[in-house]
């Protein structure tokens, strides 16, 4: 049998009706903030994201949100054992590789992260960890920019004569196929926050 494409088309009654749906989605979609993203975005996204970290060889990741002013980006979930410790921590805008992800909108994927000084060490400093590798894609709700995903491999360092030295095995790093397949995942997980705002709007819960 050959496939057919659907030609559905939508309903005039409810296309008059776009500009007021569409107002009010924004309206949804201005109200998620850190402290309630979780109870928005379902168990599916963090499962989701669980996977694809689990996939790519990330130690854990983390969604960062933009705050009201736009100044600084907030943790509002983390996959890790130290995520009551990452969720809720700030990073200006102006500092660190996922600042300038928010605002380029362009994925990045970088071993030996460590070494970069565009790099803040911040979360690294609460967490007595070392970044290693970093992946981070824009993330997107209802079309509009609302912040970032990352996930990253951790390591161990010392310092020795002033540099920066390994201590163990050198993590494996990331690859270009995987940030590949960290954004296909993380453009699921938008479709369906997505999905649960349209949802909300339409009553259909």
Same mark, same amino acid.
């Given at each position: ?19 007021? +749906? ?19 975005? =379902?168990?599916? %996204? ?9 996939? #790519?060889?990330?130690? /854990? ?12 980006? &907030? #943790?509002?979930?983390?996959? =890790? ?26 994925? %990045? ?8 000084? /565009?790099?803040?060490?911040? +979360?690294?400093? &609460? ?20 912040g970032v995903v990352s996930c990253v491999q951790l390591?161990? &360092?010392?310092? /020795?004569?002033?540099?920066? #030295?390994? %201590?163990?095995? /050198? ?30 709007a339409l009553g259909w819960v």
């Open positions: 049998m050959q496939p057919v494409r659907a030609n559905f088309l939508p309903h005039p009654e409810l296309a008059k009706r776009r500009p007021l +749906l569409q107002d009010y989605l924004a309206e949804l979609s201005r109200a998620i903030t850190p402290a309630n993203f979780l109870s928005i975005s =379902g168990a599916h %996204v963090s499962q989701i994201l669980q996977d694809t970290f689990q996939h #790519v060889g990330a130690d /854990e990741g983390s969604i960062w949100l933009l705050d009201n002013p736009k100044t600084h980006l &907030i #943790v509002a979930y983390n996959s =890790g054992p130290d995520a009551e410790t990452i969720v809720g921590f700030k990073q200006p805008l102006t500092r660190g590789i996922v600042s300038m992800v928010a605002a380029t909108e362009q994925p %990045v994927v970088e071993n030996q992260v460590f070494k970069n000084a /565009e790099h803040s060490p911040n +979360l690294d400093r &609460i967490t007595h960890k070392t970044t290693y590798a970093m992946m981070v894609v824009p993330f997107y709700i209802l079309e509009h920019l609302h390591t161990s &360092i010392t310092s /020795e004569d002033g540099r920066p #030295v390994l %201590v163990g095995n /050198e993590p494996l790093g990331f690859e270009r196929s995987d940030l590949d397949s960290f954004r296909k995942a993380v453009g699921v997980v938008t479709q369906l926050i997505d999905f649960r705002l349209f949802k909300q």
